[in-house]
């Protein structure tokens, strides 16, 4: 029992020293550069644009592919 209750001790004090030093970072900085919400729904909107592109493209390959293997 010594045994649990030192580990459950360490991982508390670690845990709370953590979240102390979390705290003085995000006073000392409070803008640690997160990203908004635009830039998110942009990424989002750029990689299914690629994506339908991709797939758009395989899909006409594989249509015509016969026809086009005689060029």
Request: glycine residues 8%; hydrophobic residues 40%.
């Given at each position: 029992?010594?045994?649990t209750a030192a580990r459950t001790y360490?991982?508390?004090h670690w845990m709370t020293?953590?979240?102390q030093e979390r705290l003085e970072e995000v006073r000392r900085r409070p803008d640690r550069?997160?990203?908004s919400i635009t830039t998110v729904i942009i990424w989002v909107a750029a990689v299914t644009g690629a994506l339908l592109i991709a797939g758009t493209i395989a899909i006409v390959i594989v249509k015509y592919n016969g026809r086009l293997s005689g060029l």
């Open positions: 029992m010594k045994h360490r991982a508390v020293t953590r979240w550069g997160d990203i």
